[in-house]
């Protein structure tokens, strides 16, 4: 990792007053979960269009519930990585105030996120909350059976799933809108672990770049959007984020 460039994302996120994260499947692929789309990820062994589908789940949701099962206990095994305490430690220190993720794993608040005020926007969902699809009731995941029915159903006699979103379902209510606010007050934004691919959470950086923030990107590969970047640090989360926070404690 280049030095040169670790100290002066440290000098921006010091100088910075307001810094909001983003984050996609690459910061949590050093905890072990894979990139749904990756080689190793979910999709290479469940179609997303049968067993991530809203349309198919209404129809049958013994599908969904196969894939689901393996995907619990890969988060459950799961543990936060450096970067999930980095972006922690930021809210701590004052400096960081929403994060904002298009992953379901929760691993973000596992690391302390939230604890110190920062709002936590998950684009995508969480797993660890159910909800009925006929009456809309919300459960905590431990109060709802996973493991010894084919699917679990309510008292009302609708399906439940994950509060997390599906293909062909709408973001939850809110939580774009919220980002985008976020992104408009934002001196700096961290974008982490993220392709930017997938609409529309992938116009948020525009957003913050639009309203005046500088743009750090942290991931392993190039970006369709590295010219927004004021900085690039590329490798793994994880190792930069530990750099990074080095620096950043050297510098307060």
């Not at 930021?90 to 105030?97: A, D, Q, R, V, W």
């Not at 525009?206 to 392993?220: D, H, L, P, Q, W």
Request: with cysteine.
């Amino acid at each position: 990792m280049n030095e040169n460039l670790i100290n002066k994302a440290a000098e921006i996120i010091v100088s910075s007053n307001y810094i909001v994260s983003f984050s996609g499947a690459g910061i949590s692929t050093e905890s072990g979960i894979a990139d749904f789309r990756g080689k190793d990820g979910l999709w290479s062994r469940y179609d997303p269009s049968i067993y991530a589908s809203y349309q198919y789940f209404q129809r049958d949701p013994s599908k969904f519930w196969q894939m689901h099962r393996e995907l619990e206990d890969i988060v459950e095994d799961a543990d936060p990585n450096p970067a999930h305490y980095g972006i922690a430690e930021l809210e701590k220190m004052g400096k960081l105030k929403a994060v904002i993720t298009q992953n379901i794993d929760m691993l973000h608040q596992r690391a302390g996120s939230g604890v110190h005020g920062a709002k936590i926007y998950e684009l995508h969902g969480s797993y660890g909350m159910y909800e009925c699809i006929n009456c809309g009731e919300e459960f905590d995941i431990d109060e709802v059976d996973t493991k010894n029915v084919r699917y679990p159903v309510c008292e009302c006699s609708g399906y439940i799933k994950p509060k997390v979103v599906l293909f062909g379902e709408s973001l939850p209510y809110g939580v774009l809108e919220g980002a985008i606010r976020e992104c408009q007050k934002a001196d700096c934004l961290i974008m982490v672990g993220s392709s930017l691919l997938i609409s529309p959470a992938n116009f948020l950086p525009s957003v913050a770049k639009e309203y005046g923030a500088t743009i750090i990107f942290i991931n392993r590969e190039n970006t369709i959007m590295d010219e927004l970047a004021d900085i690039f640090l590329k490798g793994k989360a994880g190792d930069i984020f530990t750099e990074l926070m080095e620096s950043v404690k050297d510098l307060v």
